[in-house]
């Protein structure tokens, strides 16, 4: 009998102030190939029912893959014990109002669903995409890499919330590796599993993905033959691809109000950024203007409620500068209070949500990239993240990519292997000088922002344009 | 009304252990000519309470397991996995529709030159039970002890099990039941004392001894933070620090498939560099802390040295690469990262490490380390928690966080100086996706004119 989430909420027996069912399905399909052979392919499932409960101002919560309604009751008797005896030591007493009613549905975009290309054609793109990263005999390794993932939500609760959410995701990563001697360079398609969409099959089209291939392995030979990255204070140019991780570190994770309250102290970290900033902190230049957006139409992480049902809208976090508004959910935002967004999201049913990233985005600016160029006597333009380091208040980084050219007097000049740049965080916003147009803007994501205690890993979009930043310390690889 | 289900650890693991063999009996009964296939199991069933200001931030319990087949035939392999329910009725009508889809996928797949199939490398069953809180009793143990204190962290419990079985006639099944405190008590400086309590047995008296331990520890954080220049300082990272140094060769550094294929920080070692003779690491399951047998079903050594003496003796390989580079594996799991790393002691004692180090730099632990420059074994990081500058072996004050930037070839080589004569182990606290098992056995280090940079 197939199991029904409506039916088991209302046979639960349970003296609770507020009970909640989420049910997560996800099928994921991944193909890997490696110099055109397979490597690794296969499908998982994974399905199951996270019970919240709330008693006497507390949440507890129990998870279970067993779908009946006995399991169910299990699970409902352990989350409200969970409740009870923890209640006492609870950091806050909340109300049913952190888990307000919602009712409604979403779905992926898609042009073509994702079923539509088999696994032996979806095999055969990898090999091509392998034996055109190949571009010549200094390529000494080429991968190819798709996952794609269909996931269903369903939330109910006894308030009356009934959300059923379903989902699209299609991750692709095309890498080359190129050595001569004992230099070794790798380039990837924008950095790696940076291609990371809401979208069906159309994301597999040959032409697209086999010209990008051979960007990639053009690249990375030219990487071989580059000098590396100079030392120098001096303009950073940095692409959408780089500018995602830029966002994402110093300026999403400083932002989230679990953070700010402490809850990430032991594992990932603090924030420099107090609740008393919020209104005030100049973030930025007057140029720097995020919006936290579920609803951009593709991008990775969008989604029409979160996981307490608070449904989802855009909100400047960041406008001219200055910080408005925290990446926290109701119940962040009533033990803060400050405002917030609807951002109380959970890996899967076996976990509980807690305040994440979505999607992330910086605004386009009105400057197009030849003329953010034209304008810099000296600098350095860097593309596609391929180090990440960052303190735990999130100030201090250092981050470096993949691939780098020089600025000489408003044109882009010779390739650079090794690029890096560090920073502290508000120094660094303050110095942005340039934000290029929609033209230059671009869409990327990341299945893997890892954070929690139990850890879990969520799917964040980051969508940005070119940015200009000015006095950088920039510098290459090991001597 | 409901009838409910709530079944104690216990319960849990002998029903699992017993539909697992079912599972697998059915699964390898439906086999047709030609045919391989092994089946991995990983479940638990955990509680977890998430701590802050020495209140409960969230809490909860989750029951989770899943099986991984992978199928062989005509030169072909795929894998799937799905739940693991326990429920023998509902697992055998999920288990074979997935045997029966990725027999529809392999024929579209490409051969694959480099497949190993199954064999019976021997059977084994380790089944280590613990004496844990029960989850309603948890707050009550650990609450009343850190009242006064900012005390902020996870506790995790309750049963774990890996188990393989495979069409060669191998069969392993590894459970344990086990709880990790990790915590942190913070200081007003927001410098903090960073602790790991973990076992089999919960030990009262020896969580509030460790607690007032800790208390004590703070007090040296309430002096005021000292800005530290960047530059290069004599510096002494203890164990836990040690841990996320030595943790970076399992990514991009001991596995043989990345030496082979230009990935690896370490190549330089086969191209005759040495890293400093003070130096040994290997791989030691002796410990039983994890399961010996890897996905593929393969028994790893007792024990696998990496390092002796600063020189690069072994690389971590399993079937795969050995049979793609004519290698012999030492069953390493699938990533060749290393599963339960022990580094060798030096001759530094405890009571001589602040003499020893003079001035310089006390690291307890590390953060965010990365690659900065793989191939050249470059790692960046930062400073965290309770860290101190030192001058003629007195802890002056704790310091503001400092980022750093050094080769391994440098700090791990003419750099490293000495390392500490006692070893804690440092346990794996990870959660993601699930409880991770095992931990790491290591010195402290005391390493010459390290590089900070911000």
Known sequence: MKFDLHQALNTLDINADWVGLRQVNEKTTTHAVRDGRPQSNGRDFTQGVMVEVLAEGQFGYAATNRLDPASLQGAAEQAYQQAIATSKWAVHSFTPEVRPKAVGQYQSPFQQPLDLISVADQLDLLVKVCDTLHVSDQIVKTSAFTQTLETEQIFVSSNGTDTHQTFGFVITNYEATAQDGSIIQKRTDNGPLARCYQAGSEVFDPDQVLARAQQVGEQAIALLAAEDCPTATTTLVLAPDQMMLQIHESVGHPLELDRILGDERNYAGSSFVKLSDFGHLVYGSPLMNITFDPTVPGEFA????????????????????????????????????????????????????????????????????????????????????????????????QFGCEYARLIEKGKLTKVLRNPNYRGITNQFWGNLAQVGDASTFAMYGTPYCGKGEPNQCIRVGHASPTCVFKEIEVFGGAA | MSTSVVVSPTETLAAWESTFNQLADLLLDNLQAGEHLSIELAGEQSHFMRLNAGKVRQSGLVTDASINIRLIANQRTAYAGFPFTGDLAVDSTVALEQLQQLRQDLPQLPEDPYIVLPENYGSSREAYSGQLLAPDQVSAALLPAVQGVDFTGIYASG?????????????????????????????????????????????????????????????????????????????????????????????????????????????????????????????????????????????????????????????????????EYQVTSNAASAHEGMRSPEVSPGTLSTADILAQLGTGLYLSNLHYLNWSDRTGGRITGMTRYACFWVEQGEIIAPIKDLRFDDSLYEFLGTKLENLTDTQEFIPCVDTYGARSLGGSLMPGLLVNDFTFTL
């Open chain 1, 302 to 397: 969008g989604y029409a409620f979160d996981d307490a049902g608070m449904p989802a809208q855009r909100e400047y976090l960041i406008k001219e500068g200055l910080l408005l508004r925290g990446l926290g959910s109701l119940e962040s935002q009533v033990r803060a209070q400050v405002p917030g967004v609807a951002n109380f999201r959970a890996r899967s049913w076996n976990r509980a949500p807690i305040d994440r990233m979505a999607n992330l985005n910086l605004e386009p600016g009105q400057s197009s990239f030849e003329e953010m160029i034209s304008t810099i006597e000296s600098g350095v333009y860097m593309e596609a993240n391929r180090s990440w380091s960052i303190d735990d208040y999130r100030n201090k980084f």
């Open chain 2, 159 to 323: 049963p774990i099990v890996r188990a393989n079985r495979n069409s060669a006639g191998q069969q392993h099944w590894f459970a344990t039941e086990t709880f990790v405190l990790d915590y942190s008590l913070i200081a007003p400086s927001e410098k903090a004392v960073k602790a790991t309590l973990a076992g089999q047995a919960w030990d009262q008296t020896a969580y509030t001894d460790q607690i007032q331990q800790s208390i004590t520890q703070l007090e040296v954080l309430d002096r005021p933070v000292q800005v530290i220049e960047p530059g290069q300082y004599r510096t002494y990272f203890a164990p836990a620090a040690t841990a996320e140094l030595i943790g970076m060769l399992s990514w991009g550094g001991v596995s043989e498939a990345s030496m082979q294929q230009g990935g690896s920080a370490l190549a330089k070692l086969r191209e005759g560099k040495s890293l400093s003779p003070h130096l040994s690491l290997k791989e030691n399951f002796s410990l039983g802390l994890v399961p010996r047998f890897n996905s593929l079903g393969e028994v790893a050594p007792e024990e696998v040295p990496l390092l002796v003496e600063g020189q690069l003796v072994n690389t971590l390989v399993n079937a795969r690469t050995a049979k």
